[in-house]
């Protein structure tokens, strides 16, 4: 089984879009780990705030078959595939970490690079995961995001529905559960 941490966002009726895949990532991969939601302000472009946050699961599946998954569920939530790259959308799924892989091919690259570049990706990755290890970097979230500049963007802790929103909660349960 390999690990995975995807990041999720939207700014178009997030909670109803996140909540949306959620649901769709449990029905897909079984029990998943939810980091706290993030409120923050769009990057790259004029839009309404985004809520972001990092889910985590395991599976037996190729990254390729998780990378058209993780498309089908963002049709699913009303994003076309064509939706440009710095505008609001419905909702974004981006493959972080895949175990320990490393691959740069066209349209995918693991580890992400934003990763380390985005607190609204590192803080809730460090949030779930703080001991894993950065496959390229050699550091830990925990190490990264401590190292991290602050104050540049500016991130609100918000709840999501019955997800968990805490770092101390029970991160294992499914939004299905609504706990």
Known sequence: ?????????????????????LRAL?????????SPAYRNKAVGFEGADFINLVVGFST?????????????IEAACDRPPDA????????????????????????????RPDLVKRPYMLKPMA???????????????????????????AMV??????APTSPHSDRHRSPESGR
């Open 1 to 21: 089984m390999t690990h995975v941490y995807v990041a999720a966002g939207s700014n178009v009726e997030p909670e109803r879009y996140l909540t949306v895949a």
């Open 26 to 34: 449990a029905t897909a991969y079984g029990p998943l780990t939810l």
């Open 60 to 72: 037996e599946d190729s990254v390729a078959a998780v990378r058209q998954q993780l498309q089908k």
């Open 84 to 111: 440009p790259k710095w505008a609001p959308r419905t909702m974004d799924l981006d493959i972080l970490l895949f175990g320990d892989l490393v691959c740069q091919q066209p349209g995918l690259v693991i580890p």
């Open 127 to 153: 949030d779930i995961a703080p001991d894993v290890r950065h496959p390229t970097l050699d550091k830990t979230m925990r190490e990264l995001w401590e190292s991290f500049p602050g104050g540049e963007h």
């Open 157 to 162: 802790e918000v709840p999501l529905g019955g």
